[in-house]
């Protein structure tokens, strides 16, 4: 039986594609039973305040970075959306008085232009001139790490995927976007040896760090989050980490405030990670395959699928 075309883009795959089983059952999941799909491998974090929230995710930046020494350098990578644990992890550097020189970061993705490079750090969107401004050039210069420990995927694609090889990354943290990806791991369009059927799980996850398209409901939720609406100012494509880097992180952290995605997106890939239901066409999914995966939620965040008229 084939599948259904996507409601929002049909020469794309999505989440609207998947069996409505999955859908409805995704649909009437409370906070409690998400909060107890937590299993070996995955496991589902509640916080009752944005202050806790925020300051859990900057905690993940000085537990890894306090892990590393000269001789076993670690790091951790780290998203754009959220931002708020960003200026939190420079204050608790300075505060702490933690050295992080032999410390790493690697950025997870960056917009790239009509002539498909990545944009300069001067573009209103850099996702590395967040990094910088948000957070790095606000440790104080005698506790940063140098520039060459900073790893953003906006010159040789292959040396910044090597660079997970030099490193141990501890944690690997994100977000998650309307159309269900990690970074820029969207959905690949509906055309060629993938007309019919997404990629299966284990080829999809063969993707190193790539340029890549990116899915209408990225545009369009990216124009929402970060450019006041203004789809004109956003980029159709962007390099993205992948998930052959991912499965080097020793973890993979998702960060959920309720801002980026929707009550009904965050109640699927908690209960496709959970019932380990792997689906290309919802690459958060694939993470059911990753050994350790924790999901963050600010609780009043969740809301609710019901019907509300605006």
Not at 101 to 110: I, P, V, Y
Request: include cysteine; charged fraction near 25%; charge should be neutral.
């Amino acid at each position: 039986m084939s599948r259904p075309i996507s409601k929002v883009a049909p020469d794309w795959w999505d989440y609207t594609t998947l069996d409505d089983e999955i859908l409805v059952d995704a649909a009437k999941l409370t906070v409690e039973q998400m909060r107890k799909l937590s299993r070996p491998g995955f496991r589902v974090v509640m916080y009752d305040t944005l202050q806790d929230f925020y300051l859990a995710e900057a905690l993940e930046y000085i537990n890894a970075w306090r892990q590393s020494t000269d001789d076993n350098p670690v790091g951790i990578c780290g998203p754009i959306g959220p931002t708020e644990q960003l200026p939190l992890v420079a204050r608790l550097v300075n505060e702490l008085n933690l050295d992080v020189r032999g410390a790493h970061f690697w950025g997870m993705d960056e917009w790239v232009d009509a002539e498909g490079r990545p944009v300069a750090v001067d573009h209103p969107l850099s996702f590395a001139r967040a990094d910088q401004e948000l957070c790095f050039d606000r440790i104080r210069r005698e506790l940063r790490m140098p520039d060459a420990h900073l790893h953003f995927p906006t010159g040789d694609l292959k040396a910044y995927s090597a660079s997970y090889d030099a490193a141990r990354c501890a944690v690997m943290q994100g977000g998650q976007g309307e159309v269900k990806h990690w970074a820029f791991n969207d959905p690949p369009r509906r055309k060629g040896r993938y007309k019919d059927a997404p990629p299966p799980p284990e080829e999809y996850r063969k993707l190193r760090t790539r340029v890549t398209d990116l899915h209408p409901m990225t545009v369009i939720q990216n124009a929402r989050t970060s450019g006041g609406g203004q789809v004109s100012l956003v980029p159709t494509r962007a390099v993205t980490v992948g998930p052959v880097e991912t499965w080097k992180a020793q973890k993979v952290s998702i960060w959920q405030a309720g801002n980026h995605d929707n009550p009904f997106g965050m109640r699927l890939t908690t209960l496709m990670i959970a019932k380990k239901l792997p689906d290309a066409a919802v690459p958060m999914s694939l993470l059911a395959d990753h050994s350790n995966v924790q999901f963050n939620f600010y609780r009043p965040g969740i809301g609710t699928v019901a019907a509300e008229m605006h």
